[in-house]
């Protein structure tokens, strides 16, 4: 069984490169998690292009915001393919949520306090728990 990847595209975000990337030919659940978990860390992109968009009213970001939006919610798609909804959907959610609260604390200057830190403890061990007892099937 082949390892291919399609480029979709490549995104530049302030300071970074990022090649869009999305494993196709590939047969089972494994691929469609990494897809699915993609998808939740494309969704940050998304988040964080829509702060940046001001409202809608600056092109760039506004425009990185459809395409992320596109993207993700594609790659979701893909993995509902073989995952159940309810699992696949709360991943990628969590991961966009606790991943987006991450990076705004990092790159924003958000709040840093006790309370939020331990929501995305919380947060991130629900992905992970939903990952394990999904147990890869589909």
């Known amino acids: 069984m082949g390892h291919h990847t399609l480029l979709l595209g490549t995104a530049y975000y302030p300071g970074t490169r990022i090649d869009l990337r999305l494993p196709f030919s590939h047969r089972g ?3 469609n998690w990494v897809v ?5 860390f494309v969704e940050m992109l998304m988040a964080l292009s829509l702060k940046e968009s001001h409202g809608f009213s600056r ?8 395409v992320f939006a596109v993207l ?4 979701l ?3 509902l393919k073989t ?3 309810g699992t696949a959907y709360a991943v990628w959610t969590g991961i966009g949520a606790a991943g987006t609260a991450m990076l705004g604390m990092i790159f924003l200057d958000e ?6 830190l331990v929501s ?4 991130i061990a629900g992905v992970v728990g939903l990952r394990l007892a999904s147990g890869g099937a589909a």
Do not use: C, K
């Open 29 to 31: 659940v494994a691929v």
């Open 36 to 40: 699915l978990i993609a998808g939740g």
């Open 59 to 66: 092109l760039t970001p506004s425009l990185l915001f459809i």
């Open 72 to 75: 993700s919610f594609a790659m």
């Open 77 to 79: 798609s893909y993995a």
């Open 83 to 85: 995952l159940p909804v």
């Open 111 to 116: 709040p840093r306090d006790l309370v939020r």
């Open 120 to 123: 995305i403890v919380l947060i």
